[in-house]
């Protein structure tokens, strides 16, 4: 079956480290991969996806490339904000558009 | 074009209660998927619905859980007589079409407390 797995979490950064999120996923076919982020009270936000094998999706300075013969899609950002405190959960999408989520992945980003 | 509009955004029952969850989509938006986020879990996928159709309710409890999606007036996540096992983050998102390619918008959820 599908099925995601992240890097368990919380990770904690000073400001301006640099971020991996680890994120592998299982599945047949060619799914379509996101990372989405989850701010305190709040529901989710696409952060990026990648629908296709090594595509780079990028935005905010976060980028995950689609990795097919690892069937990874981590989460990168090269200098991370007090801001980018959040939870960040990795999900693929293979038949109908029902997303598959990782456990998610708490960051926490100390000044 | 407003997001993904869910209410109530927080929401008491108890025991044996009815609880009725809303979700109206974004403009132009005919497919609605339901997530469940318990305490300390991931989100979980409950159900897949297009207009007055429900596609996939492969995620969903057997017993005193339905979903509806009409074609006038937003879906309805109706859970009957309710358990503390069903305190948890309720999010609908929607999507222009339903297939694999394209993001979902989320809701900002309901939560939902069983006393």
């Known amino acids: 079956g599908n099925s995601v797995t992240q890097m368990e979490g919380p990770v904690t950064l000073s400001e301006e480290a640099f971020l991996t999120i680890n994120c592998t996923y299982t599945?047949?076919?060619?799914?379509?991969l996101f990372w989405y982020v989850q701010y305190p009270g709040e529901g989710l936000q696409l952060l990026l996806k990648?629908?296709?094998?090594?595509d780079k999706g990028s935005n905010k300075g976060f980028e995950a490339t689609y990795r097919k013969e690892t069937t990874s899609f981590h989460l990168e950002k090269g200098s991370v904000q007090v801001s980018d405190s959040a939870v960040y959960f990795c999900?693929?999408?293979?038949?109908?558009?029902?997303?598959?989520f990782g456990q998610g992945t708490e960051l926490s980003v100390k000044p | 074009n407003a997001g993904v509009m869910q209410n109530p955004r927080h929401l008491v029952r108890r025991r044996g209660q009815e609880a009725r969850l809303r979700c109206s989509p974004m403009?132009?938006?005919?497919?609605v998927y339901w997530y469940r986020q318990l305490p300390e879990e991931g989100l979980k996928f409950m159900v897949y619905?297009?207009?007055?159709?429900?596609?996939?309710e492969s995620g969903m409890p057997k017993e005193r859980f339905s979903a509806e999606f009409p074609k006038e007036g937003p879906s309805i996540l109706r859970i009957q007589q309710v358990v503390r096992g069903d305190s948890a983050a309720y999010f609908c998102?929607?999507?222009?079409?339903?297939?694999?390619?394209?993001?979902?918008?989320f809701g900002p959820g309901t939560r939902l407390t069983v006393t």
């Open positions: 599945a047949t076919g060619y799914p379509s």
């Open positions: 990648a629908t296709k094998a090594d």
């Open positions: 998102a929607s999507s222009p079409y339903g297939t694999s390619a394209y993001e979902q918008y």
């Open positions: 619905l297009q207009k007055e159709n429900i596609i996939d």
């Open positions: 999900a693929l999408s293979n038949q109908g558009g029902k997303l598959i």
């Open positions: 403009k132009g938006h005919s497919h």
